[in-house]
């Protein structure tokens, strides 16, 4: 099938380099031209492991294309997925003016029918939006169909859950939509199994927020625990498995650290909060499942201020810029929280992370980053751990702790066995297991 994909980040790349790795003729499209010059170079403006092979293997089989042109992309298929950025706008609600536009630019080329597949998380309700405004613009004589098909694709293993995924939830108001759409996914189904579940596109749009929405529930439910452990002297690792074996409630999502963060969760329980209130039904529960994110961040960062004392002048070391390991995605990390609130006590910041850097700097471009773990901890005061890479879970603890001014670490991630780490003479804080 002949496939358009709108946005090429980390959703809409991902979605149609899979695609076309399925078989399909894909179109990608962005209006970010230096996005498509390096797609067209052979580069990558994501990092997402496997993504560059795939994207290389489909480029060269031709069927997997790139361009600036929305008009292009609205003549080249039946199908457009929208897979553009849906950032927190002024008030904190998704900004939709990248849908809207997609939608209005589609609606003014398009000469037959077509299917625009909600991609991005967009808040329910928008289906019934960019119907209208497809409606608007529209200028030949033609059906088309809105549908939502939500992405459950998690940065750093989003090629793995794109070609295997639990389920295809497809909102769909027609036959002929959700026709189009099990026609797209089926040789990722006959592959990799899943289920494809077809409901209305109010259900889908929600089935997205009410997933995230749970997943991050989860989150907050275990950090809040970890408060509870450390004060009635638990262990929080120990209560989770304690938790986890039992099959309803599952091991995955029951790690304590800083909190939840990336272009996801945060956006999706806030925007669910918002429905439910214009809805006139007030989602208590899950404001609370925000103070508890908000505040874990503040938790820890008293651990470093206790550790500390006088944090002017002490030097920090921080690993891990990204919102967890595997991906540059900086949205929403926890590093946003503690650099620039380390920064106002003065402390002297030096931070690692593999991939993140660059994605970093464009938001804080004053922050002294290396690409050696041991550079990083040199003469540090305090090692704060704000992530689950390999190479920080791996480091030699002995040579780490020789560079640093002080041996302490705070740990928002509990990567490291207490009793083990303290053995070597570290002074180790983490999440619940104190
Ligand atoms: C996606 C979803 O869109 C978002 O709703 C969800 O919450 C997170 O995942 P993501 O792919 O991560 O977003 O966003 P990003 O990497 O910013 O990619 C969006 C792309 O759309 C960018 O490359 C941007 O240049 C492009 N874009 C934006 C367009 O092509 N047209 C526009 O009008 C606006
Ligand atoms: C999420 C969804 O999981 C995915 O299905 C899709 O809808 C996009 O959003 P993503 O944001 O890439 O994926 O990452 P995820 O692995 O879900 O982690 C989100 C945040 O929760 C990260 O900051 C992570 O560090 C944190 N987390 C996760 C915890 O703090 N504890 C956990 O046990 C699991």
């Known amino acids: ?11 809409g790349l991902v979605t149609g380099a899979c695609f076309a790795d399925a078989g399909h003729d894909v179109l990608c499209i962005d209006n970010d031209p230096k996005k498509i010059k390096m797609l067209h170079n052979g580069f990558m403006p994501i ?3 496997g993504l560059d092979a795939i994207v290389e293997r489909n480029v060269k089989l031709g069927r997997l294309k790139f361009s600036t042109c929305i008009k292009e992309g609205t003549e080249f298929a039946p199908v457009i997925f929208i897979a553009v950025g849906t950032p927190p706008g002024v008030g904190g609600e998704a900004n939709m003016t990248y849908v ?6 589609v609606a003014e080329n398009m ?19 960019l119907k209208r405004t497809v409606l608007k613009y529209l200028r030949a004589d033609t059906d088309f169909d809105v549908a939502s ?12 859950d794109a070609t295997h995924p639990d389920r295809i939830v497809v909102g769909v108001d027609s036959d002929r939509a959700a026709d189009l759409l099990e026609e797209i996914y089926r040789p990722i189904l006959e592959k990799g199994g899943g289920a494809f579940l077809r409901m209305s596109v109010t259900s889908a749009e929600l089935a997205k927020h009410a997933s995230n929405s749970f997943l991050a529930m989860k989150i907050s439910y275990i950090n809040a625990v970890a408060r509870i452990c450390e004060l009635a002297g638990a262990d929080v690792e120990q209560v989770a498995k304690g938790m986890g074996l039992d099959p309803r409630i599952g091991p995955r999502f029951l790690n304590a650290g800083v909190g939840y963060g990336g272009s996801c969760f945060p956006k999706d329980v806030d925007a669910f909060v918002r429905l439910a209130d214009a809805l006139g039904c007030e989602f208590t529960l899950l404001k609370e499942v925000q103070n508890i994110n908000k505040s874990q961040r503040e938790y820890v960062m008293k651990k470093i201020k206790q550790e500390l004392w006088v944090v002017q002048d002490k030097k920090v070391a921080i690993f891990g810029l990204a919102f967890k390991p595997e991906t540059d995605d900086v949205r929403e990390a926890p590093s946003l929280y503690f650099v620039p609130k380390l920064q106002e006590m003065k402390a002297k910041l030096t931070a690692w992370d593999p991939v993140a850097e660059s994605k970093f700097k464009e938001i804080h471009p004053d922050l002294d980053c290396v690409q050696d773990l041991y550079e990083c901890a040199k003469d540090a005061d305090l090692l704060l751990i704000l992530t689950e890479w390999s190479e920080v879970k791996n480091m030699d603890l002995q040579k780490l702790k020789n560079v640093m001014a002080s041996p302490v670490i705070v740990d928002g991630r509990n990567i490291f066995h207490p009793e083990e780490i303290r053995s070597l003479g570290f002074t180790y804080h983490s ?4």
């Open 1 to 11: 099938m002949k496939i358009s994909v709108v946005g090429t980040g980390y959703v």
């Open 111 to 129: 000469t037959e029918y077509r299917l625009l597949v909600e991609k991005s998380t967009v808040p329910a309700q928008t289906s019934e939006y």
């Open 100 to 105: 809207e536009q997609v939608g209005r630019q």
């Open 149 to 160: 098909n939500p992405e459950f694709l998690r940065e750093g293993t989003a090629i793995e």
């Open 431 to 434: 999440v619940g297991r104190n």
């Open 47 to 49: 990092y997402e492991p």
